[in-house]
């Protein structure tokens, strides 16, 4: 399945919750959630109950549309929580939070993860110094995110960064007077926002 170029909203419609695929126009009244509750679709009054598969499908799909991975990089993410001591539902929420890009959009420095994903790809993030263009990179304990050395980049991020009143998760630290972010630990799952059922994912990437 190649990359989804349709309206982002009708994602959150058809999901039912608010995915945070536009930014701040999803925190507000604009949300088109808080609008229209009910799925895209002339006729979807007529959807009946969702069948066991379906419960399981629309968790999985909930999941991957939040962090915009594609369903190889989800399978890939599954196999190595598995292959990991503790719990697997569990360990695939925590892989996909400790992705660069999302770190980047708890953290403040972008409004969403699409926008976090096309700094990272321009070359405009810096990883303990060193660039990084890669969105799957996975952040460790100790690491210090901050934009690079361009102007551009330090305008963009720091107009972002001051604007964000939304205090970023305890295990992300702002770094006082610098537009950077620091990972103080490893997220867990209480720290993370999405509403999932992760045993259903683990049902449905283990049929």
Known sequence: MGRYIGPSCRLCRREGVKLCLKGDRCKGSKCTLEKRDRPPGMHNWRRGKLSEYGIR???????????????????????????????????????L?????????????????????????????????????????????????????????????????????????????KITGKVEIKVIHKPVRSEIPIQIQEQLLVEFCSR
Do not use: C
């Not at 810096?126 to 304990?141: A, D, F, M, R």
């Not at 995110?145 to 205090?167: L, V």
């Open 57 to 95: 499908f629309r968790e999985k799909q909930k999941v991957k549309r939040y962090y915009g991975v594609y369903d190889t990089q989800f399978r890939n993410y599954f196999k190595k929580a598995s292959a990991l001591p503790g719990n697997s539902g569990e360990l695939l929420l925590i892989l």
């Open 97 to 173: 939070e400790s992705r660069l890009d999302n770190v980047i959009y708890r953290g403040g420095l972008a409004s969403s993860h699409a926008q976090a994903r096309q700094f990272i790809n321009h070359g405009h993030i810096l990883v303990n110094g060193k660039k990084i263009n890669i969105p799957s990179y996975l952040v460790k304990e100790g690491d210090v995110i901050a934009p690079s050395n361009k102007e551009k980049a330090q305008k963009m991020m720091k107009a972002i960064y001051d604007a964000n009143s939304t205090q970023p998760p305890s295990w992300l630290e």
